[in-house]
């Protein structure tokens, strides 16, 4: 096993650091929320705080993923996942930011589903594209969740006005591209994709899928997990 | 929002006062009132000892002191959480449940910093709904009833599906309990052709080891690597598997991977320390073991004979260095020994064993003052009424005593001590002859059960009921006597003519009364009380 460099040291102990503080940032940012109900325009200036407080949150746990599987200090670990169970996880982490901007949240998945993946990891992959598109859909944002031959297919689906052409040819590269001027980075694309394709399962590999012909008519998200 | 905490004792252990304060504040939303905090490990367990509470926040790093994972094992080595209070385990990454993963004592759930008040409100709903299902199992395993317990974990597969593998895992671990290896067998190999997840892996491999086929154990853990690469609790199993076949170089280097990733196991460090010693490796020994101290400090996993082998190692270690990094080295063991002195204060026999290791230690640097100062100590300690020491403790200390070499200063302890443990080992023989007779006992009863049935088959119904009653004399509760006695009696004519008895197979059933309703003799037991009472 190779000797941890300074430079990993310094990374995690940064980032535990970070997250740390973000946690009471949250936390404090909760509590003001709560205290300022009536008031509409401090209202939405939290909101804000808050979204991008845990873009940050987000931004950093997917660096320091990216970087230790890049490094083999992480692997994928597929446990039985309660499906409904992590939906509604991922729905919570958003539920306020969502309700804040005046969007609805919609979530079609059965159950009992039960299926097999890395759960933190496609947590954080979920999370991230899910903040995206509360950022760009106008009113509605649809998860659902079916299983189409033997993968399980977990959906985002906006009323926005869709993917750009160039992300949704090949989003998986897409942040080799980036454009700074939109804001776009691809990171999140990217994460995904790298998460959909370390999960293997007999022969068959995860991929992720952009299309602009959505079930709300926007922008459509797609991971697939075998 | 949801207001459904308002019932539950909740203790929040962290050693961050801001942050307790910001879960303090969430559940206070969610409807709890009942909000106890702890800063650290043992004013946590106090708390735990005094309160039952229903669910636990505990931080994973703790800073100095017990971490989350120690106080989870503590207090389940000390009983002092109920079946079904929930552990949530609050992480800063994702990453520490990985190398947590398959390991005995695990959390209900963990939660990664930073979480909002939603999230909290959401999954603390979720674990109490799941609780809730799952709480018929935990009674019955509060109660020791562990048959219906699995018994149940087949009915909620059945009416809730979504909880087959939490029932799966639950059922997995009671039967293992009960050594259906059978039945275990079958499950982990339907949950592994599902998905190899790991658990279910790692219990396959464990069940392979149990059955003595520890080639085919090793193998398999072997061939789980690759998917599983960074999974501590998997390298435990492959060095112990190495271990068990006489591979021991293999399994230092097993350990000493497993310790790079996880450095803070008492068990993993001593594991490590105990093969290292084996292959006369003392260097990396002394390491480990001063680490299973360090690490030990606040764990319930130290154990007396660590502070033994530490002793041991340091002493081959000590002999073959400088002046100088010699005394460095004893300046750690000065440290380390008046940790042992206070640890061991009210287990004198514990104390003991270690007290003559530390003294040969000593001698053997050229310490003499601080030998016989040991010594001396050693002498009180063995006259203490309430030492009293084990066959191996006993052993330990007389190899310890042998290998000193002529000192006129140590001597005279030398010889006090040696006559001292000659009374010792007296007495230890004699409670060794007095245990001996009790399994003898044992064996006789089992024997004159058999007796008994062999008897009754062959129609000598009076003689086999003779013997039966023989058995219940040295064993009144065995069940198995006990029925077959009153069977016996309620069976046969030339038994059950005779009043008395009768009278007597009352009593045998009357002594069953609290036998178990899923007890496979329930219904055998059943059917003689009907017959009994229907004259």
Redesign the interface.
């Known amino acids: 096993?190779a000797k941890q460099s300074l430079f990993e040291t310094v990374l995690a102990s940064t980032?535990?650091d970070m997250?740390?503080s973000?946690?009471?940032?949250?936390?404090?940012l909760?509590?003001l929320g709560?205290k300022l109900e009536t008031d509409s325009d401090n209202q939405q200036a939290v909101s804000s705080i808050?979204y991008e407080?845990s873009r940050i949150?987000q931004s950093l746990?997917q660096l320091?993923?990216l970087y230790?599987l890049e490094n083999?200090?992480?692997?994928i670990?597929?446990?039985?996942v309660?499906v409904?169970?992590f939906i509604?996880?991922c729905?919570?982490?958003h539920?306020?930011l969502a309700e804040n901007n005046g969007i609805q949240l919609e979530v079609d998945c059965d159950?009992?589903t039960?299926w097999?993946f890395d759960q933190?990891?496609v947590g954080?992959a979920i999370n991230n594209i899910l903040g995206n598109s509360i950022r760009y859909t106008k009113k509605k944002l649809l998860l659902s969740v079916k299983v189409v031959d033997s993968h399980l297919i977990i959906q985002i689906d906006d009323d926005g006005q869709g993917y750009p052409e160039s992300m949704i040819e090949d989003p998986e590269h897409f942040i080799k591209k980036v454009n700074y001027s939109t804001g776009s980075t691809g990171l999140g694309l990217f994460f995904s994709a790298t998460i959909a394709h370390n999960h293997q399962?007999s022969g068959r590999q995860g991929s992720i899928r952009l299309t602009n012909d959505g079930l709300l008519n926007g922008g459509s998200f797609q991971i697939s997990l075998p | 929002m949801f207001n459904f905490l308002s019932k539950s004792k909740i203790l929040v252990i962290d050693d961050f006062a801001g942050f307790r304060q910001t879960i303090k504040t969430m559940l206070g939303r969610l409807g709890a009132h009942h909000i106890d905090q702890s800063s650290n490990g043992s004013e946590a367990i106090k708390r735990c000892s005094e309160e039952n509470y229903n669910i636990i926040f505990c931080d994973y790093n703790l800073g100095d002191g017990q971490d989350g994972q120690q106080i989870l094992e503590e207090l389940h080595q000390r009983s002092l959480m109920r079946q079904g209070t929930l552990f949530i385990m609050v992480t800063a990454e994702t990453t520490t449940a990985q190398v947590m993963g398959a390991i005995e004592y695990r959390p209900d759930a963990y939660l990664t910093k930073p979480f909002t008040g939603d999230q909290l409100g959401q999954r603390l709903k979720r674990l109490i709904l799941k609780n809730a299902a799952l709480n018929n199992i935990y009674l019955a395993m509060n109660a020791g009833n562990i048959s219906k317990a699995i018994a149940i974990c087949d009915e909620v597969i059945i009416a809730t599906p979504k909880l087959k593998y939490s029932c799966l895992r639950i059922k997995s671990d009671l039967l293992e309990k009960q050594e259906q290896n059978d039945e275990l067998m079958s499950l982990y190999n339907d949950v592994v052709n599902e998905q190899p997840v790991l658990w279910a892996m790692v219990g396959l491999g464990r069940l392979y080891f149990n059955s003595g086929e520890v080639r085919k154990a090793l193998e398999h853990f072997l061939s789980m690597r690759e998917t599983f690469s960074r999974q501590v609790s998997l390298l435990d199993w492959i060095a112990k598997c190495q271990n068990e076949l006489g591979e021991a170089e293999k399994a230092e280097e097993t350990l000493k991977e497993a310790v790079s990733i996880s450095p803070k196991s008492v068990m993993r460090q001593a594991t490590l320390g105990t093969v290292a010693a084996s292959l006369n490796n003392h260097e990396l020994a002394q390491k480990s073991f001063a680490k299973t101290i360090h690490e030990g400090t606040y764990s319930c996993m130290l154990e007396p004979q660590h502070f033994e082998q530490y002793y041991d190692n340091t002493r081959e270690v000590a002999q073959k260095l400088d002046v100088r990094e010699r005394s460095r080295l004893l300046a750690e063991t000065e440290v380390v020994h008046k940790k042992m002195e206070r640890t061991y204060q009210n287990d004198p026999s514990a104390m003991a064993a270690n007290l003559s290791s530390a003294a040969l230690l000593y001698s053997a640097v050229g310490k003499s003052d601080k030998s016989s100062g040991i010594l001396s100590k050693l002498t009180k300690t063995l006259e203490n009424p309430a030492c009293e020491l084990s066959e191996e403790q006993a052993t330990s200390i007389d190899k310890h005593l042998e290998s000193f070499t002529e000192d006129g200063s140590t001597d005279k302890y030398l010889n006090q001590i040696s006559s001292r443990m000659n009374v010792i080992k007296e007495e230890i023989k004699v409670r060794k002859k007095e245990d001996e007779i009790k399994v003898d006992q044992l064996k006789i009863a089992k024997k004159t059960n058999s007796e008994g049935i062999q008897l009754s088959k062959k129609g000598q119904h009076q003689e086999a009921l003779l013997k039966f009653r023989e058995a219940i004399e040295i064993l009144p509760e065995n069940i198995n006597y006990l029925l077959n006695a009153a069977q016996i009696i309620i069976e046969y004519k030339e038994l059950n003519s005779n009043a008395d008895n009768v009278i007597e197979a009352r009593h045998y059933l009357q002594d069953l009364i609290s036998m178990d309703e899923t007890d496979i003799r329930w219904k055998r037991y059943q059917k003689l009380l009907e017959r009994v009472s229907n004259g």
Request: aromatic share 2%; charged share 25%.
């Open positions: 096993m980032v535990h997250k740390n973000l946690s009471l940032l949250m936390g404090e909760d509590n709560q808050r407080s949150n746990m320091l993923t230790k083999n200090q992480l692997s670990q597929i446990t039985e309660e409904a169970d509604e996880d729905i919570a982490t539920s306020l159950d009992s039960i097999f933190d990891m954080i399962r």
